[in-house]
């Protein structure tokens, strides 16, 4: 089993630190989102460059941990044409600059049709996901010339909200540098939580080749609204997904998400548990 943290869930560490925290954890990787790591970097457009991308890189291969996704969760549809180009040029440089992380996918959502990244139906109209083909097919294109791939994570308060729009999403932009990022609670409501398991199967058959990271995450029912909790505190179905990945994707970066202390190495030892046993 590949597992590995979303690294901004170990809180105020150092670039120096962080790396030596993980490891200590026995985990293998982590999904990075810098600014929200490192903070005090401040990184805007412009940003970032070899040195610093090969700085951060070496210090977590120092301590064998990959950085398996740079997480650059932005607004690709934003309703602000001039923020959105912002977003998109931000989100290519780490594209540029994946290489010197060590790194091979960047990774992201697909937005929100108002500023305010809150739900609403109106990011499952037509219109809206024309423009995530739009911004995504930018996106790969800069991707494809620099060998990096554009990790696409699907969720139902987004443009791609369902295995099927995922599956959609690929056929409209046929490039094999396009790929998902597996959150199988972002594919979950109150509503069809108990279906989850077809739900999940849907997705593997409809774009399980194409799947090159798995967030896993816990969630529960509360006042009857969907909230996440730690990892092994919920209801996920994780034999589900355990079964398709450890025969069918051997050793994929597995990243814990949404779980901090002190239930990090708790949700490590659940997870462990359940994968050793499907």
């Known amino acids: 089993m590949n597992l590995g943290i979303?690294?901004?869930?170990?809180e105020h560490l150092s670039i120096e630190k962080l790396p030596e925290e993980?490891?200590?954890?026995?985990?293998?990787?982590?999904?990075?989102?810098i600014n929200k790591s490192f903070p005090e970097l401040n990184l805007k457009n412009g940003s970032l460059s070899s040195g610093l991308a090969r700085y951060i890189g070496d210090s977590f291969k120092s301590h064998n941990i990959q950085i398996a996704v740079l997480g650059c969760y932005v607004n690709i549809i934003?309703?602000?044409?001039?923020?959105r180009r912002r977003s998109l040029e931000f989100?290519?440089?780490?594209?540029?600059?994946?290489?010197?992380?060590?790194?091979?996918?960047?990774?992201?959502?697909?937005?929100?049709?108002h500023a305010k990244m809150g739900f609403t139906t109106d990011n499952f109209r037509e219109e809206p996901f024309l423009e995530?083909?739009?911004?995504?097919?930018?996106?790969?294109?800069?991707?494809?010339?620099?060998?990096?791939?554009?990790?696409?994570?699907?969720?139902?308060?987004?443009?791609?909200?369902?295995?099927?729009?995922?599956?959609?999403?690929?056929?409209?932009?046929?490039?094999?540098?396009?790929?998902?990022?597996?959150?199988?609670?972002?594919?979950?409501?109150?509503?069809?939580?108990m279906n989850q398991d077809?739900?999940?199967?849907?997705?593997?058959?409809?774009?399980g080749d194409r799947i090159v990271a798995v967030h896993a995450k816990d969630f529960t029912i509360k006042n009857g609204k969907l909230e996440f909790v730690p990892v092994g505190k919920g209801l996920l179905d994780y034999n589900?997904?355990?079964?398709?990945?450890?025969?069918?994707?051997?050793?994929?970066?597995?990243?814990?998400?949404?779980?901090?202390?002190?239930?990090?190495?708790?949700?490590?030892?659940?997870?462990?548990?359940?994968?050793?046993?499907v």
């Open 91 to 113: 989100f290519k440089e780490h594209i540029r600059f994946a290489r010197d992380f060590g790194c091979s996918i960047v990774g992201t959502e697909t937005g929100n049709v």
């Open 6 to 10: 979303r690294a901004h869930d170990l």
């Open 78 to 83: 934003h309703p602000d044409l001039d923020e």
């Open 240 to 277: 589900t997904i355990f079964k398709f990945i450890k025969y069918n994707k051997p050793y994929i970066n597995i990243l814990m998400e949404n779980t901090k202390e002190p239930f990090i190495d708790e949700g490590i030892l659940y997870l462990r548990q359940k994968y050793e046993i």
């Open 198 to 207: 077809n739900i999940f199967n849907e997705a593997f058959e409809l774009y």
């Open 132 to 193: 995530v083909v739009k911004s995504v097919s930018e996106l790969v294109e800069e991707a494809e010339r620099f060998g990096v791939f554009v990790g696409i994570e699907a969720g139902v308060n987004h443009p791609v909200y369902s295995p099927k729009m995922m599956k959609r999403l690929m056929d409209e932009i046929r490039s094999s540098n396009l790929q998902a990022i597996f959150d199988p609670t972002n594919l979950l409501t109150e509503e069809n939580y």
């Open 22 to 33: 993980v490891f200590k954890k026995g985990l293998s990787s982590v999904q990075l989102a």
